[in-house]
């Protein structure tokens, strides 16, 4: 499911911070490397939703760019094999990524909307909102059945942001709990690490 949550997250973010999906009583999973990983239940799920928050010495619009680079993006979103855009249109953009999983679990992939919310302080919200039947199913891909969530880009300085990365997603298919588990704290920690060098070499 790591995968799969990083579908979500390497594809972009939710339908903003009200969402249906929206979590209750997080607790951190992981606190490492200025990183903070918190995990809460979805009602009606048995999968948890995932939040990531750190702070990158780099400027809100470095960070887009480099989160709009679609393609160039699936090398910093964990467990990403490609991606790309399918439509732009205004402030939307839908996008189509696979995503690698550990043997014997069929590869996820998943269709993205992506909201572009400009902030008047500066700061950036894309919200994330899985739309499966966008396109038809891929052979050899179960299609993640649901994504909503969102990464939050607040300015603390002329070069310097908070970013925080929430996603919940329902994989489709069968994903073992182990998996789940490890996804969930791998997928957020991982990519804002990964975000994190891109952004500030």
């Given amino acids: 499911m790591g995968s799969l949550y990083r579908i979500a997250f390497g594809i972009g973010m939710i339908v903003m ?3 249906a999906a929206q979590a209750d009583d997080w607790k951190v999973a992981k606190d490492e490397d200025g990183i903070k990983v918190s995990l809460g239940d979805v009602a009606g799920s048995q999968y948890k939703a995932y939040r990531g928050v750190t702070t990158i010495k780099a400027s809100v619009a470095t960070l887009r760019s480099l989160q709009e680079d679609v393609a160039g993006a699936c090398a910093w979103v964990h467990e990403c094999k490609s991606q790309k855009i399918l439509k ?5 953009t839908w996008t189509y990524t696979q995503f690698n999983t550990p043997w014997p679990v069929t590869p996820r992939d998943s269709v993205l909307q992506i909201t572009t919310v400009e902030g008047a302080d500066g700061s950036l919200m894309r919200n994330l909102l899985g739309d499966p039947k966008y396109i038809p199913e891929e052979k050899g ?3 993640v059945a649901q994504v909503e969530g969102y990464w939050k880009l ?3 300085g002329p070069s310097e942001t908070e970013v925080t990365y929430q996603v919940h ?3 489709g298919g069968s994903v073992p709990s182990w998996l789940a588990n490890k996804f969930v704290v791998d997928a957020p920690f991982n990519t804002l690490k990964a975000l994190r060098e891109r952004a500030t070499k």
């Fill in 17 to 19: 911070v009200a969402s």
């Fill in 88 to 92: 732009h249109e205004g402030d939307r």
């Fill in 169 to 171: 997603t329902e994989p």
């Fill in 154 to 156: 607040v300015p603390k």
């Fill in 141 to 143: 891909f179960v299609r």
